[in-house]
């Protein structure tokens, strides 16, 4: 069986020299962090921030193929079961938050890290396009509010109960919980490519509902008054 680990402090200085908490260690200059999200809602709320029913509902109609479970004959599964899931992961990411990161929230939204430039590019324009794409320098977040995970958060839940799911190789940090500097030592180490060179699916969770700065030409449409329950329909990923 899995277990949650974390990094030891005497590896601290690893690719975060001269880096205070808050701000991001100089490893991860050039990363950002992108989210997509239904341009008619909040980009910053979350499917789980709603009642279990009306969650469950959601889930069935805007990604009823998500889950472990097994699948019917057009491929959906027991959404009850993928909250279940979500419910659990989102716990356990809360719980193990390294020192430092204070959620401000039940559960996070979700973000892909990445310093690929033409995904970076690609996300911008289509932000800029009115895509529905957020897209933020991580040199300008505030990391007291973020955790990561090498690659999809409940399949590294899952990990720590012996299960492999929803992660396409195995790894020392799966099953971790990291913090910025956690981060840039992981990418000074490991690299940001899977063993076969296909980008590794690094996933950042944002704990607070503050707004982002984002990259010009990304900025998400300023919600209306009549926006309670347009936010309530959103975390369309997660």
Same mark, same amino acid.
């Given at each position: 069986?899995?277990?949650?680990?974390?990094?030891?402090?005497?590896?601290? &200085? %690893?690719? $975060? +020299?001269?880096?205070?908490?808050?701000?991001? /260690?100089?490893?991860?200059? @050039?990363?950002?962090?992108?989210? *997509?999200?239904?341009?008619?809602?909040?980009?910053?709320?979350?499917?789980?921030?709603?009642? &279990? %029913?009306? $969650? +469950?509902?959601?889930?069935?109609?805007?990604? /009823?193929?998500?889950?472990? @479970?097994?699948?019917?004959?057009? *491929?959906?599964?027991?959404?009850?079961?993928?909250?279940?899931?979500?419910?659990?992961?989102?716990?356990?990411?809360?719980?193990?938050?390294?020192?430092?990161?204070? /959620?401000?929230?039940?559960?996070?939204?979700?973000?892909?890290?990445?310093?690929?430039?033409?995904?970076?590019?690609?996300?911008?324009?289509?932000?800029?396009?009115?895509?529905?794409?957020?897209?933020?320098?991580?040199?300008?977040?505030?990391?007291?509010?973020?955790?990561?995970?090498?690659?999809?958060?409940?399949?590294?839940?899952?990990?720590?109960?012996?299960?492999?799911?929803?992660?396409?190789?195995?790894?020392?940090?799966?099953?971790?919980?990291?913090?910025?500097?956690?981060?840039?030592?992981?990418?000074?180490?490991?690299?940001?490519?899977?063993?076969?060179?296909?980008?590794?699916?690094?996933?950042?969770?944002?704990?607070?509902?503050?707004?982002?700065?984002?990259?010009?030409?990304?900025?998400?449409?300023?919600?209306?008054?009549?926006?309670?329950?347009?936010?309530?329909?959103?975390?369309?990923?997660?």
């Amino acid at each position: 069986m899995g277990m949650t680990t974390k990094f030891s402090q005497s590896q601290e &200085k %690893d690719g $975060a +020299v001269g880096s205070k908490f808050g701000q991001q /260690p100089d490893a991860l200059d @050039g990363f950002y962090v992108i989210r *997509g999200y239904d341009p008619e809602i909040d980009p910053l709320s979350s499917v789980m921030d709603l009642p &279990k %029913d009306e $969650a +469950v509902a959601l889930m069935e109609k805007i990604h /009823p193929h998500r889950g472990i @479970g097994v699948a019917d004959a057009n *491929g959906n599964r027991d959404q009850q079961l993928y909250h279940a899931d979500r419910q659990q992961t989102d716990s356990w990411l809360r719980d193990n938050a390294p020192d430092g990161v204070k /959620p401000e929230r039940e559960n996070p939204t979700f973000f892909r890290v990445t310093n690929d430039p033409a995904v970076v590019k690609q996300a911008i324009e289509d932000g800029a396009a009115g895509k529905g794409v957020m897209v933020a320098a991580v040199k300008d977040l505030d990391m007291s509010h973020w955790s990561f995970t090498f690659d999809d958060s409940m399949g590294n839940f899952f990990s720590t109960k012996g299960k492999s799911v929803f992660l396409e190789d195995k790894h020392d940090l799966h099953g971790t919980v990291m913090d910025a500097k956690d981060l840039a030592k992981a990418v000074t180490h490991h690299g940001t490519d899977l063993p076969d060179g296909k980008p590794r699916a690094i996933e950042g969770q944002y704990w607070s509902k503050t707004p982002l700065k984002t990259v010009p030409g990304s900025e998400p449409p300023k919600q209306t008054a009549s926006a309670p329950k347009q936010q309530a329909k959103s975390g369309l990923r997660k």
